[in-house]
């Protein structure tokens, strides 16, 4: 008897050590590999945890970093400024502001931070947004395209630093 269960017993073990990393592994790798490329540039190797700054990248998951800022921008395509040249181009964004007061970041689909035309926020509580090809913009109150929404991806062209309050609950995720 005692050889039937120490027998079941290790088969049972074995069967556990073959089928639980076999089915938890592509998803916890998945999830990893996913954030972190944010997580990296946040607590790691760029190490931006409250240095004051919005991070902008070109491609998701915080890769390609074409600028960032520790104060507004109107216009991210007018060449001056810190984020320059940068108009249409941003696939995730890292809010490494200081909390308190103006920590939320608002982006824009317009210069001048021109809300009418739609504008998103990133909290300062959620870091950052990793991909921004599944976020819209607020609903547009202005122009021929009133009342529809348009996606976040390559559609930045200015942010400016305000208080979550000010959002009116749109945010990035």
């Not at 039937?4 to 069967?15: E, K, M, N, Q, Y």
């Not at 592994?25 to 240095?51: I, L, V």
């Not at 995730?92 to 931070?113: E, P, Q």
């Amino acid at each position: 008897m005692r050889t039937i269960r120490t027998t079941l017993a290790a088969f049972g073990l074995a069967a556990l050590s073959v089928t639980v990393p076999l089915s938890t592994a592509p998803s916890a790798s998945a999830g990893t590999a996913r954030f972190a490329g944010c997580n990296n540039e946040y607590n790691g190797q760029g190490g931006y945890e409250g240095d004051g700054k919005v991070h902008i990248y070109r491609d998701i998951n915080c890769a390609n970093q074409i600028g960032n800022d520790i104060d507004n921008d109107s216009d991210w395509g007018d060449g001056s400024g810190d984020v320059k040249n940068a108009t249409n181009m941003a696939s995730s964004v890292l809010n490494s502001g200081i909390r308190g007061g103006y920590d939320a970041v608002a982006f824009y689909d317009y210069t001048a931070y021109s809300w009418e035309y739609g504008f998103t926020c990133l909290k300062w509580s959620e870091f950052y947004a990793d991909d921004l090809t599944d976020n819209k913009f607020s609903k547009r109150t202005k122009g021929e395209d009133t009342g529809k929404a348009f996606t976040v991806n390559d559609a930045i062209s200015s942010h400016k630093w305000v208080p979550e309050s000010a959002c009116g609950g749109i945010f990035v995720d």
